[in-house]
């Protein structure tokens, strides 16, 4: 690491473990599965093990695109940095910036299940009631800003518990339910679940495969945490590819034993709340309640998580004077970056306010909320095409560097960005309008940057890998990396 770097962010603050527990949490697993499981079956019916299997195949390919693209350049920015280093700048900033709108639309969105799941388990009574609602969950929003402008280490160990709750909670459960609605199903096991030629269309396919992005987001967070994790150029990379491997196996066993164990009108009856269902099937009314605790675990978790992206490609954008450099100030005894987290929570509580009381902010969140899965494919799949780019000298000196370094990587790029585009139609247009748009705007910042602020990352040459350069720590093949 550069000296620059040890005077700022806190080195070698994180373990495997913790890089591993945060690509999970990342992801939301209780959340996901309870808020988006019923839209998930209600687009594509019992195809939802499909929908989820063949858009976790690609999502393999970003995992890649990331590991390797890490291995290169260890940088809390991750996708502006590289797509930026290795594709172009402008690419590069757009990238940072879909992340930091989609995620500030998250933690928005994410403030008021945090708040309402928190009130199910102490205080059923007002779980419905809006004034306390918002309360509670800005309150938990407070309070997980505080925590990471604390310390990665504090943050990391609020994390573990959180996320380690959750998981045994999980992991449990979808054994029993597996087991329990396996012998007596409502929906029948069939192997043409998992089968993408049982979809009645493309285009229920494609809608599926863009809710299923929504679910694996977020997993990416372990590289915005690579200047703090140990051996950075290793561990982040692997933290990912650990986390999305369980990630997967979870979401596929409680895709489906919701199809064994509820109709499909249950299952849109009980809308967001699948998990809190299956936990009075598996355990009755009152021990069902450990399932909204998993997700009120999760809810939180994720907020943290969320936080921490936002908030380090802030930072990098700050350091690198694409922003302004007060986003990349660090606490001097904490080593966070305190003002990008300053900052980000109070637009975020303020935009969550005023979304809750306001019925016409409330409408434009809802249809920009609708949106992130634009922004996610957006910079997922620049970052696959960033890998490939950049080490394009090499890609073909042997067959892991080609199925690695360009066939994993460009599937997923292809079926991303095609995903996306071929979804456009199908939102509307004030939802395109919106979620297009918000990356749009980065336009503004960006040109003031570049023309205005001239930050060198806008001028500096591309970078590309070179077999044999002095000093780098790449190969030429991906087997000896």
Not at 324 to 341: L, M, N
């Amino acid at each position: 690491m550069s000296n620059e770097t040890r005077k700022g962010l806190s080195s070698n603050a994180l373990s495997l473990f913790d890089s591993i527990v945060m690509s999970i949490a990342g992801t939301a697993p209780a959340y996901s599965i309870s808020a988006t499981t019923a839209v998930l079956i209600g687009a594509v019916g019992l195809q939802a093990p499909a929908a989820m299997l063949w858009c976790g195949i690609p999502m393999f390919g970003v995992v890649m695109a990331f590991l390797y693209l890490n291995r290169w350049h260890a940088n809390a920015g991750a996708s502006y940095a590289w797509v930026g280093k290795a594709l172009n700048a402008d690419l590069g900033f757009l990238s940072g910036w879909a992340l930091i709108v989609s995620a500030t639309l998250f933690m928005v969105a994410g403030s008021f299940p945090a708040g309402s799941v928190t009130l199910d388990i102490f205080a059923p009574k007002l779980s419905n009631n809006l004034l306390a609602v918002t309360i509670v969950g800005g309150l938990w929003f407070l309070i997980i800003s505080f925590l990471v402008m604390k310390g990665i280490k504090v943050t990391a160990t609020v994390q573990w518990i959180m996320s380690g709750i959750e998981i045994i909670i999980l992991v449990i459960s979808g054994i029993v339910a597996l087991v329990k609605f396996g012998a007596h199903p409502v929906n029948a096991f069939h192997w043409s679940w998992f089968s993408p030629s049982a979809f009645p269309s493309p285009a229920v396919f494609i809608s599926g495969a863009l809710i299923a992005t929504f679910y694996y987001w977020g997993w990416d967070v372990s590289a915005n945490l690579n200047e703090e994790t140990k051996d950075s150029r290793r561990i982040p990379g692997l933290g990912a590819m650990i986390g999305i491997i369980f990630i997967f196996a979870i979401f596929e066993l409680f895709t489906v034993a919701t199809q064994l164990g509820m109709s499909l009108k249950d299952i849109n009856d009980a809308s967001s709340n699948i998990l809190q269902h299956l936990g009075v099937l598996l355990y009755g009314p009152v021990w069902g309640n450990v399932m909204v605790l998993a997700v009120a675990l999760s809810t939180i978790a994720t907020l943290e998580t969320t936080l921490l992206q936002v908030t380090r490609t802030l930072f990098a954008m700050g350091r690198d004077g694409v922003i302004s450099k007060k986003f990349g100030a660090v606490h001097p005894k904490w080593r966070t970056p305190y003002v990008a987290s300053i900052v980000i929570t109070i637009f975020a509580l303020l935009l969550f306010v005023l979304s809750n009381f306001l019925s016409s902010i409330n409408t434009v969140m809802t249809y920009a909320i609708n949106a992130i899965g634009l922004q996610v494919v957006f910079y997922y799949g620049l970052t696959c095409l960033a890998v490939i780019f950049y080490y394009r000298k090499v890609l073909f000196q042997s067959v892991p560097n080609f199925i690695f370094l360009f066939t994993l990587p460009l599937v997923a790029a292809i079926f991303l960005l095609t995903v996306g585009i071929a979804d456009i139609p199908k939102l509307g247009i004030t939802t395109d309008s919106i979620g297009i748009g918000l990356i749009a705007i980065g336009i503004i910042p960006l040109l003031w940057g570049r023309f205005k602020r001239r930050a060198s990352f806008y001028y500096q040459p591309r970078e590309v890998y070179t077999p044999g350069t002095e000093g780098s720590n790449n190969r030429s093949s991906v087997s000896t990396m």
